[in-house]
């Protein structure tokens, strides 16, 4: 009877750097013994596979697309494999696997059929943006990305910057890379002047940028976020 194959959380880099400047060996030695991986983006995969593991045959690899579009139903074969003793990845395009990143339905798949789970140390920007923020890193909360819609919008930040008040809380959200120049714009005009507000720009790359001041330093400064990868924390003391 063969050994149960096992699912691997492997962590990529935050953007195009050299993968083991941010990744420990045991990453790159993982993905050299993996050939099926579950993949957000086939291209991008296979351009970080290649990246890490040169040696590594792209024609051996066998992966399944896991985005918005994929069907459940579908999904629910992609851990057939570790029957047979295979190993999988569960590959993320940006970071870590399943935090705010596809694959946590997989995560949850491989826990009701009995297959073992095993995380990878990697760079996670939501963390890391933390660690460098000088906030609340017992108590704090992620909540991805804000409503979209204008009353929405700011009925959410007034109820994020009262739960840090109340709660001594650290909030941490996130917003498409085009549209952080507007939530910017939307932080300065409705939190208070006296909440701390952090941003972190572009971790882990050579453009990083980490600040965190109060909401009434942010309105005497200008500084470019648009299309950049960013997470903002608030926390009103």
């Keep these: 009877m ?70 459940e139903l579908e999904t629910q074969h992609y851990l057939e494999v570790c029957s047979k003793g295979i190993n999988v990845g569960l590959l993320s395009e940006a970071g870590v696997p399943a935090i705010a990143d596809p694959g946590a339905s997989i995560v949850q798949l491989a826990h009701q059929k009995g297959i073992s789970v ?57 917003e498409t890379p085009y549209r952080n120049e507007k939530l910017m714009t939307d932080l300065l005009q409705i939190l208070s002047d006296n909440t701390q507000l952090c941003v972190a720009v572009d971790i882990s790359l050579p453009t990083e940028y980490i600040k965190t001041m109060t909401v009434a330093k942010w309105k005497k400064i200008k500084e470019n976020l648009h299309k950049r990868p960013a997470i903002f924390i608030i926390h009103k003391i």
Aim: proline share 6%.
């Design 2 to 71: 063969n050994k149960q194959g096992k699912l691997y959380l492997i962590p990529t880099t935050l953007g195009d750097n050299e993968p083991l400047e941010v990744l420990p060996i045991s990453v790159k030695k993982v993905v050299e013994h993996i050939d099926h991986y579950i993949v957000e983006n086939e291209k991008s995969a296979r351009k970080f596979i290649k990246k890490i593991s040169p040696r590594k045959s792209q024609p051996s690899l066998h992966l399944y697309l896991l985005d918005k579009y994929t069907e």
């Design 118 to 174: 095993v995380p990878l140390v990697g760079p996670s920007s939501i963390l890391m943006a933390m660690m460098a923020s000088g906030l609340n890193g017992q108590n704090f909360a992620f909540n991805g990305y804000l409503p979209i819609e204008k009353s929405e919008r700011k009925k959410s930040i007034k109820q994020l910057e009262k739960w840090s008040f109340d709660k001594n809380q650290s909030q941490i959200f996130i």
